[in-house]
C-alpha cells in the first residue's frame, strides 16, 4: 500500500506537498478544475522542502570560499539561484545555490535587481573569498559587563585577558572602547602560515587554509577536517567563552578544550579551575 500521488499525465511520483509534476510540469487541479498554487512558501513548486541537506551546504561553503561570493563578507546565507527555491525540482543542488551576505541579499531585491541571478551565477564561478583568500566577518558581541571570559572550561574574571605564547599574544578578550566585547587571535597551521586572524572582533579566514567555516545562531566553528581551530559560543551573554582553540604558533602546538589549557601537549591549567582578580586588571597568562 502506497500514499503516492502519481502525474496524471507522466506516471512520474510527486512529492506530498507538489502542486505540480517535476517531470512534465502538469499541475494539480482543486476540486474547480483550477490549477493549485502552492500555499506554503517552505515547500517549491514541486514540494521540495526549504531545508537543505548538510552535505550540500559543506559544498557551497567550500566553493564558495565560506564568504559571499560578491564581497566576501560573513555571515551568510545560502542563496538558490538556479533554479529559484520555488522551482526547485527534485533536491537542493550545490552548483545551483551560491553564499551571499545580508546586504548583498538585499541588492538581489527589487525590480529590477541591482544584483541579477546572472550576476550572482558570474560570482559563483568567481568567489570574492576564494580571489582574495579572505574571508570577513565583522563579529558583534553584545556588552554585558562584568563578563566571564571561559578557555575551555577554565574561567576568568577581569577586564581583560590575554594569552601568550614564547612572549607573544595568541589570544585576548577584553572591553573595546564602545562597550562591546573584543576578540584578538591568530591561528596557524604547522608550517606557520596565519589562517584565521582576529582583530577587535573582526574575523579573516583564509579559505585555502580551512575546510569549514559555520556559524550556527551564538555558535561559531573554523575546523581544519576533524581539527577546530577555533570554536566560540556566545549563547550565554555573560560568558565569552572559548570551547575550542587549536593553533600552532612559533613552532608551537596550542590547544584549550575541556580539558584544559595544553602547550606542546603540556598541561598549563587545570580543567575547571578559575582565576579571579580585581574586575580592573588585565590577566596575562604566559605559556610555554
Ligand atoms: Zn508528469
Ligand atoms: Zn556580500
Given at each position: ?70 564581497c ?87 577586564k ?21 566585547v ?15 586572524k ?8 583564509r ?62 591549567i ?19
Amino acid at each position: 500500500m502506497s500514499n503516492t500521488i502519481n502525474c496524471t499525465s507522466c506516471k512520474s511520483d510527486l512529492k506530498p506537498m507538489a502542486v505540480a509534476c517535476p517531470d512534465c510540469d502538469t499541475p494539480l487541479l482543486d476540486s474547480s478544475g483550477a490549477p493549485l498554487k502552492q500555499s506554503d512558501s517552505d515547500y517549491s513548486r514541486y514540494g521540495v522542502h526549504r531545508t537543505i541537506q548538510d552535505d550540500v551546504k559543506k559544498r557551497v561553503r567550500e566553493e564558495c570560499g565560506f564568504g559571499c561570493v560578491i564581497c566576501g563578507n560573513m555571515p551568510t546565507h545560502y542563496e538558490h539561484f538556479d533554479p529559484p527555491f520555488k522551482d526547485l525540482k527534485h533536491n537542493h543542488k550545490a552548483d545551483g545555490m551560491a553564499l551571499l551576505c545580508t546586504s548583498c541579499h538585499e541588492r538581489t531585491k527589487g525590480n529590477p535587481p541591482e544584483i541579477d541571478k546572472a550576476t550572482v551565477k558570474f560570482y559563483r564561478t568567481n568567489p570574492d573569498a576564494k580571489k582574495k583568500n579572505s574571508a570577513k566577518h565583522p563579529m558583534f558581541f553584545l556588552p554585558r559587563w562584568p563578563l566571564t571570559f571561559k578557555f575551555g572550561d577554565v574561567e576568568f574574571s577581569g577586564k581583560r585577558v590575554n594569552l601568550y605564547v614564547t612572549g607573544q599574544p595568541v589570544l585576548s578578550i577584553y572591553k573595546l572602547p564602545n562597550g562591546t566585547v573584543g576578540v584578538d587571535a591568530i591561528c596557524q597551521n604547522k608550517q606557520g602560515s596565519t589562517v584565521v586572524k582576529i582583530k577587535e572582533s573582526v574575523l579573516e579566514v583564509r579559505p585555502s587554509g580551512v575546510s569549514d567555516v559555520v556559524k550556527v545562531g551564538t555558535k561559531f566553528t573554523i575546523s581544519n577536517g576533524k581539527r577546530k581551530i577555533l570554536d566560540l559560543d556566545k549563547s550565554n551573554p555573560h560568558i565569552m567563552k572559548v570551547v575550542g582553540y587549536e593553533t600552532y604558533f612559533m613552532g608551537n602546538h596550542i590547544q584549550i578544550s575541556a580539558k584544559g589549557i595544553f602547550v606542546n601537549g603540556e598541561f598549563q591549567i587545570l580543567a575547571g579551575g578559575s582565576l579571579q582578580v580585581n574586575a580592573t586588571d588585565d590577566i596575562n597568562i604566559q605559556l610555554g
